[in-house]
């Protein structure tokens, strides 16, 4: 937990025939990791001195690609021993941890050459060496996709793995990237229980919650990466569209502990055009329809800031809790929809892990956020969700007390008060749930008279 606290002196506010009342506000905030992933060839235009580590615990160097023998590429991603050495000095100058990722979408054929039983020792051998040489502190798998038919591979890889990083004197990070769901016509729910089952061989298995949408058969236009599906299913099979919170069931209801859990955040967005169908000539909106189908462009969020974002092109999907830009054109083909994580979408996330008792988020990918000489939006929204509820304000008035302090969306918030700080002993005054974009709460105790000492806290789950 992180703690700020403040003392109020109430004889310069308030005087009651019972003596002096002392209110101490404390602020609890479950605390959560913050990864960000830092591909290699975005250094030449965003080196590692931009990255603001203040508001990161680990950052992971994407990648090294596995090769069928066992060895490694490093030049693939441009992990140059510069590169290695500027990051790594960065980091640790910040106290922060840097970790080697290997793989990438598109890697599966790869690591099922590097991994098989003839080749799996010298693989490990070859990836723990990178790590120790070049001063990671840990390695990140990126197996993608991760078909149900790789399983026993990548556990051998993983259990292999964390054998090899527990012979260091001191501990080696060991996580994961995760689909958020299995590959398509694979089993619903092997890729969950694979990971329930070695769960404990990792520190973070971070979901890969975005891609969750394409202009595939059957699909509707649909956010990149939705907290909540909104009960809606799709026309053509009956089943719920994926997001954040399915995902995350399907992880937990097969048995791996919140805790090991992260969840994604795009710096990116995708941009729907052209189609056409049964909603509407052209794409505009979430949930439409097509005969033909449209394209979906991967766009960086810097790039829809500032070549596409007006603000009454705006809107919040408050049952996805998603943001998109519906843009009409006089000529219609030119018609986009374009679905991106936002400042209240990267809050609402760190809410939804609060609340769910997960470990943390997970950012693909830093630079994206990023431009040259100017602040980093999605990255300065996120210290500010960090830093909530932060420390609460007390006003005395008639005969109540008003605590203030603020929240984030989705925030939910338990206010507490006790009169003996020794007991421990705290009594819930009330739990507020925040539906909206968040904002400075106002909470009233109408019965603060009654001790002639009250302290109070605000506590985010768990």
């Not at 974002?309 to 919040?316: C, E, F, K, T």
């Not at 209240?344 to 997960?358: D, E, I």
Request: hydrophobic residues 35%.
């Amino acid at each position: 937990m992180n703690f700020s606290s403040q003392w109020f002196d109430r004889k310069r506010q308030v005087a009651l025939s019972m003596g002096v009342l002392c209110l101490l506000s404390i602020i609890t905030q479950a605390e959560v990791w913050r990864v960000g992933y830092y591909p290699g060839w975005e250094q030449a235009s965003m080196p590692a001195s931009n990255i603001d580590f203040t508001t990161l615990t680990h950052v992971i160097h994407f990648s090294v690609v596995p090769n069928s023998d066992g060895t490694l590429d490093s030049s693939a991603n441009s992990i140059s021993t510069a590169n290695s050495s500027d990051l790594v000095l960065q980091a640790h100058a910040a106290g922060r941890k840097v970790l080697i990722c290997v793989g990438g979408g598109g890697t599966e054929s790869l690591f099922q050459g590097a991994t098989s039983p003839a080749n799996l020792p010298v693989f490990i051998s070859n990836l723990t060496n990178f790590m120790a040489t070049r001063g990671y502190d840990g390695v990140d798998i990126d197996w993608e996709p991760l078909p149900s038919s790789d399983a026993q591979q990548y556990t051998n890889m993983v259990i292999g793995l964390r054998s090899a990083l527990n012979a260091f004197s001191q501990h080696e990070l060991l996580t994961a990237a995760a689909g958020a769901y299995p590959p398509y016509g694979d089993s619903p729910t092997a890729e969950y229980v694979m990971y329930a089952a070695f769960q404990n061989q990792f520190d973070q298995i971070n979901i890969m919650t975005y891609d969750m949408s394409g202009p595939w058969e059957g699909w509707v236009t649909w956010f990149n990466s939705p907290i909540y599906d909104g009960g809606y299913r799709f026309p053509s099979n009956g089943n719920l569209v994926p997001s954040v919170d399915g995902a995350v069931t399907n992880f937990l209801t097969n048995g791996v502990a919140p805790a090991k859990l992260g969840i994604g955040i795009a710096f990116y967005g995708y941009l729907w055009t052209g189609g056409s169908g049964t909603s509407s000539i052209c794409i505009t909106q979430p949930r439409q329809s097509w005969t033909n189908a449209p394209t979906a462009t991967a766009i960086r969020y810097s790039t829809i800031m500032t070549d596409y974002y007006q603000s009454n092109l705006y809107h919040w999907d408050t049952n996805a809790q998603s943001a998109y830009l519906s843009i009409t054109n006089a000529n219609p083909t030119n018609n986009t929809f374009i679905s991106y994580d936002d400042q209240r979408t990267c809050q609402a996330k760190v809410s939804y892990a609060r609340n769910h008792g997960l470990g943390g988020v997970m950012i693909w990918e830093l630079a994206q956020d990023h431009q040259s000489g100017q602040s980093s939006p999605l990255m300065q929204a996120l210290k500010q969700a960090l830093a909530t509820p932060g420390l609460t304000s007390i006003q005395f008035s008639n005969q109540n007390i008003n605590l203030s302090f603020p929240s984030l969306p989705l925030g939910s918030y338990r206010v507490q008060w006790t009169s003996d700080m020794t007991l421990d002993a705290w009594n819930t005054l009330v739990v507020t749930n925040v539906s909206g974009p968040g904002g400075m709460l106002q909470i009233a105790d109408p019965n603060f008279s009654s001790q002639s000492i009250r302290f109070y806290r605000v506590k985010t789950p768990p």
